[in-house]
């Protein structure tokens, strides 16, 4: 792999994984304080969209509510069986672990991973990898949570419920960010290879050869200045 090809590997995995961690975290950010609202009408939750699960237990006191779990993108881990108007500061937090993950992504991805190559940039390149693979885990984690693990959510799955709800953008935000980061893992992976097995082509960072000092060598060809 040439100076060339590292450059275009380089920018591949920059831009997918740029574009990808964009999609899931618009994708995870999805309001959820207008789903939180008190209701004890099952089609008004039922119309909410994909990412949106709810069962009915009865909660203390007398009046039976329904009480929902939301899962937008990373928050399927979470499951909370408290009453329904207690469950937005745990998701609230739950959503802005989730954005700073995304966003440490976001200025890895903008980092230009593999040039000059050395071992600095080699660990940058495995943190992002690590990064996306997590990413994708969760993402995809999600969605089989969806589809094989609760049978009894409405039939919100199929395209056309997908395309007409209000979140229904969700599933295919994260199916396609997911998709763009196991491109992205895939470049990352060859940029990863080559700096191990190419330990001759290793150089400073850029960041570290500002801080050398080069002497200054006295040049004899010089006229002399002496009166």
């Known amino acids: 792999m040439n100076s060339k090809h590292r450059v275009r590997f380089t920018s591949c995995s920059k831009y997918c994984s740029f574009l990808g961690l964009t999609l899931i975290f618009v994708a995870a950010l999805t309001p959820s304080w207008e789903v939180l609202i008190h209701s004890n009408s099952v089609d008004k939750i039922r119309d909410r969209g994909l990412f949106y699960a709810y069962w009915f237990h009865p909660p203390p006191g007398d009046v039976p509510l329904p009480r929902m779990v939301n899962y937008p993108a990373f928050e399927f881990l979470l499951i909370d069986d408290r009453p329904m108007n207690a469950h937005a500061p745990a998701y609230d937090n739950i959503s802005y672990t989730t954005a700073l993950l995304l966003m440490i992504g976001f200025v890895l991805a903008s980092l230009k991973l593999a040039t000059p190559v050395s071992p600095y940039n ?7 990898f690590i990064l996306s693979l997590l990413a994708s885990l969760f993402t995809f ?5 969806y589809y094989f693990m ?22 295919f935000t994260c199916a396609f960010g997911t998709l ?10 060859a940029q990863i290879i080559y700096v191990i097995f190419h330990p001759e082509k290793w150089s400073i ?11 200054v060598r006295e040049n004899k060809h010089l006229p002399s200045t002496r009166t």
């Open 122 to 128: 080699l660990g940058l390149i495995a943190l992002h």
């Open 141 to 145: 984690g999600a969605v089989a949570f």
């Open 150 to 171: 609760m049978p009894e959510v409405p039939s919100a799955y199929t395209l056309d419920k997908c395309v007409t709800t209000r979140y229904g953008y969700s599933f």
């Open 180 to 189: 763009l980061l196991i491109i992205a893992m895939i470049f990352q992976t």
């Open 205 to 215: 960072p850029t960041v570290y050869i500002a801080t050398l000092r080069t002497p």
